[in-house]
């Protein structure tokens, strides 16, 4: 065995080579090039960056960016710029003069310059130093089978080309660039800075935002020793906006949005849940977002807010402009809100989604920002090329809080333009409402009478003639309302159809799952003369009543599933109907620790002819919103069910002790659309996506109306909070 200290020691050895893979491959978008240059210079305190590209129309021409900053020291520039990796800005992330949290920390802006030309030349100067440090870096140099540090470049002092700051030159550059590439370039980079009317949260960082007073880029094209400056023309859309969506992650991690529309009456508070285990965002703090939504071709929704002519403009705009952008630290991210870029998964939803709802979502219809603020880079990091944040824990569960409060935010728009299609005000749902609602077979009744109106007699007088003409044209606006109305309801359809198809699913699932209960019960009644232990014992009994609960489930809605085949109609008798119910859910309730009653106040109480099917329906959208409600208040639960006659009408009181509705949604929980659920994730299952739709109560409300009865809010009994009242006639 050789001496120790004959062992020879070994390290990395570096190929020239890296340096032209890093540049090629590590930048990969000139946009991401000229902006790493960009920040530089807001990291040494400039406040004006002039950016020229010189006779560059074809390749070969020339870059020039030059800086008012605090310029480097030649000891600055070999151990800084000099040094790949250098980890000067982790040591000192805060600018020396304005106290700015610095953008680069990749040290990747040397690579940048090779991406871009062929020659680097640097002339820098400090406010101290009589002269200023030059060095010229030929990136060709850096071949392979080169050892990187034996290729070393001259250093040298020159005269001063101004008091501080830095100028690059790129020579030879390795693309051409025409003006409307310059200008493409131009409008990422001035977009490269938070915008400053976002919000107050990132001045606490001293982050960087859009302000020409404190940091300026101008962007020239010089051709044949004439200057073209590019104009920034971009004009402010956002005070035209459909709706704002405003939402922040607060000191518990939860996540809030806001939804307002000054249009459209909407101005909504609602906490957006990350799971059904973890209801907050615990790896989210300093987030906040604003996003502006546009509808298209409806300028009647902005109630003389736009003109037509304005909203095919902000349409032409969102083919360039529109998605939702990040800003980390001040900086905008790539690819983020980029056209092709769907880091929310809004598309993808909408995709899917787009035949079930009456309102547009999709990254075309947003022009948005988030706004991430870390300044010790350890919560959201950048990828090496700063393409994008490395998707840890922190992005994905802002990702999801962005797409949960998006899909949110439609449902109050559909709702809320379902509501202004009606053009009705119903002021108060805590009543009974006098005006008897029709359903859709009554609608087209009458639609049908206004038509035979005016077809019937083809042989009347003139004077019969005038007056049919005149009955129809005040009957024209009715038929043109119940049209409406009937179209609506088609729109609400195609969800049904969805949740029909779930229905069905759920059919041949409880008669195939019966096929397995004699066997299920049979091996346990096997285990249980196996000589278990006392904890074994335990489990299995646990095991056996879980099962209890699935078949009571499923021999529910079997027997319900059963009842729906034959489309006859029969008398109900409500008392029945609830008994079975209990019966159905009593392992629930147990294992939920709710308490459940029937105060019976009359007997034989039977309502007109109806499907069995449809009480199930009603029963466990209530009782379902009960539970939420209950767990919610954070209380020992209690539900309340009261059954009579009064007026030829049966009742039924549904009472729960949950959070009760606040008084500004009672005249809303009846709406299309109208929720407080938190959407599921855009990559849950299918099933998940379909529930907290905010249709449950509005089918109940549908067939309630569809055999003339009501459905309101009423107040509840002390010691309750919420008290639904049910009235359909009574058989007789």
Known sequence: MAEEHDIKKVGFTVDAGLIQRLGYELVGRAETAVSELIKNAYDADATIVDVNFADSVFKGGTLIISDNGVGMTEDQLINGFMRISSSDKIHNPISERFQRTKAGRKGIGRFATQRLGDKLTIVTQTKNEKKAVKIVIDWNEYSVDKELGSITFPIEEVEKEKEEGTTLTIAGLRDGWSYAAIKRIYRYVIDLFQPDYLSERSKNYNSAIQSEK???????????????????????????????????????????????????????????????????????????????????????????????????????????????????????????????????????????????????????????FVEITAPDGKIFEETASREGLIENDAFRQLSDFIHKSLISARQRISEAITSFKEDVNIDDFTQKTIKRELSTKDKLEVLRNLFDDYAEDKDESSDQEKFRWEKWEQNKEEGKRIVEEIRRELEEASMLRVLAGLGLTIGEFTHEIKQFQPSVYGHISKLQKEGLTENGKVQLKGIEKNFDDLFAYTGYFSATVSQNINRETSPIDVLVVLDDFQQAISNDLERSEIKFDIDQWDFNVKTIPMHRSEWSSILFNLYTNAKKAIKRAKVEGRILIEVGIVDNNIFVNFHDNGDGIPEENKHRVFNAFFTTSTPASFDAPRDEQMTGTGLGLKIVKDIIISYKGSIFVHTPNEKYSTCFRIEIPQFN
Do not use: M
Not at 229 to 255: C, M, T
Not at 295 to 320: F, V
């Open 214 to 368: 404190s940091f300026k880029v101008n962007f020239n094209q010089t051709i044949n020793e004439e200057i073209y400056p590019i104009i920034n023309e971009k004009v402010s859309i956002f005070d035209k906006s459909l709706a704002v969506f405003e939402g922040y992650i607060d000191n518990q991690h939860s996540g809030i949005l806001s939804i307002k529309s000054d249009s459209l009456r909407i101005n909504d508070i609602i906490e957006i849940e990350y799971s059904k285990e973890e209801k907050t965002y615990l790896e989210l703090k300093d987030v906040y977002f604003k996003i502006h939504y546009f509808i298209y071709n409806r300028p009647e929704y902005y109630q003389g807010k736009i003109t037509n002519q304005d909203l095919n403009s902000i349409q032409q705009a969102s083919a360039t402009a529109s998605g939702v952008r990040l800003y980390r630290n001040g900086f905008r991210v790539l690819p983020y809100g980029e056209s092709t870029d769907d880091w929310t998964g809004i598309d993808r939803r909408w995709a899917s989604e787009s035949g079930l709802v009456n309102v547009p979502l999709n990254n075309k219809n947003l022009f948005g």
